[in-house]
């Protein structure tokens, strides 16, 4: 799963338990990591091949959110820094975590972050916690990659705006997102359907469907919000900035948008219907995504373009997934039925008390290398916020070649907000999500819960609000 930034969000939810530390290659013997030692702190003279000042023999730590993406992409990564002339005996852990903020808030208490960390999933640390505590990583972008170039020359427009808190460029948001519907378009051509564009349609896709003994939908418990998501996205495209400010800036009533009551109405009808596979509560999310991507139980899911990926090894052959927009209420809404949700996501952070700010750096240096770059597209079917590395094909994914499309044909109508997770509200909306999606909470209830969750941030004054115009 993707952060729900830029991933957002992504991206973003767990998969698999802490896996074992991994350490990647190095010139020499290991040295502990700079998250246990000061040794690995050392500095050296700052140049255009050395940015940071990394010390050729000093010690790195960094710690990735395994979840949709996995983290050996930044191994991967990882590895090129000992290869570059300057850093031989530089060492790296790179270690797998799939409970962020339980892991590492002792940490920042502490005084002992890691050096990087990949700050995803649905534990993740909320921005508006530890902003003070971080790095600001412009001096990343305005360095030079691997092969000579200013980064910053080899990125997609607008990428740091997912990550810009207050004016301060705090979180590198890795992956271009693209949030959407999912299908197989395959069973879609054997059956004669086509992806809904408005509720209305949505809804008589789901009679078909349940004609064909199949449902339109299946959640999983951590992935309940997906259909949040789903439903903010769709209510912006309908109501345009009004709706999109009024989340972002914690209104009072803004979960009472008409807009967003539309949209919340549909899917409670459709639960009703019984257009949803029963038992996601109690279900773990990727399992449940299965019974779609592999049994073809329910015909869509909502998520980020971290979906093929994560379910690669669980995809019924043939299946050819595929994107699309998600609905709206009208056939006219103020953004295109083309538009979308998409921007950078998967946050990576630099603490500014960790033992090797240089390492954290320069490791984001290596991941906007062309190789690491196109390691993570072609491995992981997701394209990067580095520009021109993938192919027409898709490196043979249907995902990720609709992912194309779909940002081509939306154009300038994309959009994105950040309030979930700068506020760190995924684990308390879970709650109300996976309570309406059983059909134990009606729509007034989710509505309800969702803007006292708001209303406790808003009054909350040790919380540090973003002011979005």
Not at 112 to 134: H, K, M, T
Not at 382 to 393: E, R
Not at 400 to 420: E, P
């Amino acid at each position: 799963m993707s952060r729900e930034t830029a991933q957002f969000d992504r991206r973003t939810l767990l998969r698999g338990a802490l896996a074992t530390t991994a350490l990647v290659p190095l010139a020499g013997a290991l040295a502990s990591c700079g998250g246990s030692s000061s040794s690995g702190a050392g500095t050296a003279t700052k140049s255009a091949t050395n940015p940071f000042g990394l010390a050729k023999s000093s010690s790195v730590e960094a710690v990735i959110f395994n979840g949709g993406y996995g983290y050996d992409y930044v191994k991967f990564a990882a590895a090129q820094v000992p290869k570059q002339s300057d850093f031989t005996g530089v060492t790296i852990k790179v270690s797998p975590s799939t409970q962020i903020a339980q892991q590492l808030q002792p940490r920042f208490v502490g005084g002992n972050p890691p050096d990087l960390i990949d700050n995803s999933g649905e534990n993740a640390i909320g921005f508006s916690a530890i902003e003070q505590q971080l790095e600001t990583l412009d001096d990343v972008f305005e360095a030079n990659n691997y092969e000579g170039t200013k980064i910053s020359d080899t990125l997609y427009p607008n990428v740091k705006l997912p990550g810009t808190f207050d004016g301060k460029f705090l979180a590198m948001n890795y992956v271009m997102t693209v949030y959407g519907i999912w299908y197989s378009a395959t069973l879609f051509q054997q059956n004669g359907w086509t992806p809904p564009k408005t509720w209305d349609d949505a809804m008589a896709l789901g009679a078909k469907a349940k004609a064909k003994g199949k449902y339109l939908w299946v959640w999983g418990k951590e992935a309940a919000t997906y259909y949040q998501t789903m439903s903010v996205n769709s209510a912006i495209k309908e109501g345009g900035d009004e709706v999109r400010l009024a989340l972002e800036n914690l209104e009072s009533g803004c979960w009472s948008k008409p807009q967003i009551q539309g949209v919340f109405t549909a899917l409670g009808e459709m639960v009703q219907k019984g257009y949803f596979v029963p038992g996601g509560a109690g279900t773990q999310f990727t399992a449940a995504q299965a019974k779609w991507s592999n049994d073809e139980q329910a015909i869509l899911y909502p998520s980020g373009g971290w979906i093929e990926n994560e379910m690669k090894d669980a995809t019924k052959s043939n299946f050819q997934m595929t994107g699309a927009p998600e609905p709206t209420l009208t056939s006219s809404p103020a953004i295109p039925l083309a538009g979308l949700r998409a921007a950078a996501g998967e946050p990576f952070i630099v603490p500014s008390q960790g033992k090797n700010v240089a390492g954290g750096k320069e490791i984001l240096r290596a991941m906007l290398s062309k190789a690491a770059a196109t390691n993570f597209s072609k491995t992981r079917l997701a394209p990067t916020i580095v520009k021109g590395l993938v192919p027409a094909s898709g490196f043979g994914s249907t995902a990720l070649v609709s992912q194309t499309k779909m940002l081509d044909a939306a154009g300038s109508n994309t959009f994105n907000y950040q309030f979930v997770d700068y506020y760190g509200m995924n684990t308390d909306q879970l709650v109300p999500w996976n309570s309406f999606l059983s059909g134990q909470l009606d729509v007034a209830g989710l509505t309800k819960a969702l803007q006292e969750i708001t209303d406790k941030i808003a009054n909350d004054s040790s919380v540090k609000k973003l002011k979005i115009t």
